[in-house]
């Protein structure tokens, strides 16, 4: 079974800086899907960016980047030029393209706690 | 908006009771999920239906239940509530089961239900 692992409980940044949020995941899988959601104090889970396993290319989204290294399996997030608004719980998921039992499943990590200084 | 929409936004309930939840997913979704997020258990992956068929379940107690209904919106009951039932219930939609187009979800606002 997939599993999702978050490092880092809680992280801060100071507004206009740039923060990294961790993710590693295991998998037996050669292609998958993988997602940064963000879920502010309004508890709405908003999709962030996503990366196709296959792509050598790491996705970016304005602000947001993923450094995606598939041998490693990390697969982090990095926010540039910080906001206020960014401020929230930041979850990676992972998705298996394939059918069947339960891999239509997104499998979550625990998150990390995403704090904004002015 | 994410275009994912779930009724009612919070739910009070004493335990032993039943309540219903109740999802419709972006307009030409064809797949319905069901999330459940509380403290302990972070987010875990209930069920998911696919044109109204069962597709995937996961970690759904048999207490729950759900259903996909021809217009394609699904509800999540929950029947005999303990008071570790308390948690805020996602529904989430996606175009397909399997293929490129399909494999970003998309996430309504939650359900907050609390057992008293």
């Known amino acids: 079974a997939q599993t999702v692992t978050q490092s880092q409980p809680e992280m801060s940044v100071q507004e206009a800086e740039t923060v990294t949020l961790s993710c590693t995941y295991d998998t037996s899988e050669s292609d998958y899907y993988l997602f940064w959601y963000k879920q502010p104090p309004s508890r709405q889970m908003i999709l962030v960016i996503r990366q196709e396993a296959y792509k050598q290319q790491n996705a970016t989204e304005n602000r947001f980047s993923v450094n995606f290294q598939k041998a490693a399996k990390s697969f982090s997030l990095k926010i540039s030029d910080s906001q206020l608004g960014d401020a929230a719980m930041y979850f990676c998921a992972y998705r298996s393209p394939r059918g069947g039992g339960s891999n239509y499943k997104l499998t979550f990590g625990k998150g990390t706690l995403l704090t904004v200084n002015p | 908006d994410s275009g994912v929409t779930q009724t009612p936004k919070h739910l009070i309930t004493a335990t032993g009771q039943r309540v219903t939840l109740r999802c419709s997913p972006r307009s030409g979704d064809l797949s319905v999920y069901w999330y459940q997020q509380s403290l302990d258990q972070g987010l875990q992956f209930l069920i998911q239906y696919y044109n109204g068929e069962e597709r995937a379940k996961g970690n759904i107690l048999e207490r729950f239940s759900a259903q996909q209904f021809p217009d394609l919106h699904s509800e999540l009951n929950l029947s005999s509530l303990e008071l570790g039932d308390s948690a805020l219930y996602f529904c989430?939609?996606?175009?397909?089961?399997?293929?490129?187009?399909?494999?970003?979800?998309?996430f309504g606002e939650g359900s907050w239900l609390t057992v008293v």
């Open positions: 989430a939609s996606s175009v397909g089961g399997t293929g490129t187009s399909g494999n970003t979800i998309y």
